[in-house]
């Protein structure tokens, strides 16, 4: 597969009209058609349903779709970061979840850019397995782990941050008269918990045989979606210290787990993978950020 024919594949598959797909590409409709009919007949699969009016991707084409944005983003950064001389350009894509340690990593990264303008920051949200896995198909350059997780197979820096786990709530809410909450606390309130941290059974061992008498009213993988319910009285968030946005909503407020229950934070990349310019100054910086 030819990355030219993949670019008009996701074209086709955005504008679901070869004709707006042809014109938006600069090619003719005669061209275009031919080049999705000898990708089909490459593949030895229909990939579109062709309609009247617009055509929709079969189920082998949505995987494409899929796998094919992966391609086509891993090349352009590719060429992104291959440079010439020692002028630092390119795109650093750095992968995390929400973690107080990330005011350090924004801290890096607003200096690199100061210092190189060419330089462009991409940013991916999402949990440590979503991150791990982006790592590992090569779409970003770094993952933020907050998570235990077994690291030998990456180069790693383990951040001097930590995050605290605690109960998020109103701030007019009676909990709130205690300066720290226990796991009895939590019996019988409405609790939203992070999605990652649930299938891993963080809270486990913090809260032995009370786990099952927790009414866990669902999961969130960001903060801010699930402290709009807490803010409107329906929900209490279990959470990290310091990531509620108190500018929007400040009647929340934060109270630690006793005992403590924390998370450490870690910077991993692949091992054995040149690495370009811009990417060896952020591992750079941010190791000497701990000294």
């Known amino acids: ?25 600069l090619v003719s409709q005669p061209t275009l058609s031919k080049q999705l009919a000898d990708l089909e007949a490459e593949l030895g699969t229909q990939l579109f349903i062709r309609g009247h009016r617009q055509i929709t991707l079969t189920e082998e084409g949505e995987f494409l779709q899929a796998r094919a944005k992966e391609i086509i983003q891993l090349a352009d950064q590719t060429a ?6 020692q002028v630092i350009t390119g795109t650093i894509s750095i992968g995390a979840g929400e973690s107080l340690s990330m005011k350090r990593i924004t801290a890096i990264l607003s200096g690199i850019i100061k210092d190189y303008p060419d330089v462009k920051i991409r940013f991916v949200s999402g949990n440590a397995d979503e991150m791990e896995t982006a790592l590992k198909h090569g779409t970003i350059d770094f993952a933020v782990l907050m ?64 786990g099952e008498k927790m009414n866990i009213i669902g999961t969130y993988t960001l903060v801010f979606n699930a402290q709009l319910m807490v803010s409107q009285g329906s929900a209490y968030m279990v959470a990290f210290d310091k990531l ?25 990349w692949k091992k054995n993978l040149p690495q370009s310019k811009v990417a060896k100054l952020f591992i750079q910086r941010l190791i000497a950020s701990l000294d």
Do not use: C
């Open 1 to 25: 597969m030819e990355l030219r024919v993949l670019r008009y594949f996701l074209a086709v598959a955005q504008y679901k009209n070869i004709t707006r797909a042809a014109h938006e590409l």
């Open 80 to 85: 992104a970061n291959i440079q010439k001389d």
């Open 244 to 268: 509620i946005n108190n500018s929007n909503n400040n009647d929340l407020t934060f109270r630690p787990f006793a005992p403590a229950l924390t998370e450490s934070t870690n910077v991993i």
């Open 147 to 210: 998570a235990n997780r077994d690291l030998n197979n990456y180069h790693h820096v383990q951040l001097p941050e930590i995050d605290q786990w605690g109960l998020v709530l109103k701030k007019d809410d009676p909990l709130t008269k205690k300066k720290m909450i226990t796991a009895h606390d939590l019996l019988e309130l409405p609790l939203l918990i992070s999605e990652q941290a649930l299938e891993e059974h963080r809270f486990q061992d913090w809260w032995g045989n009370l």
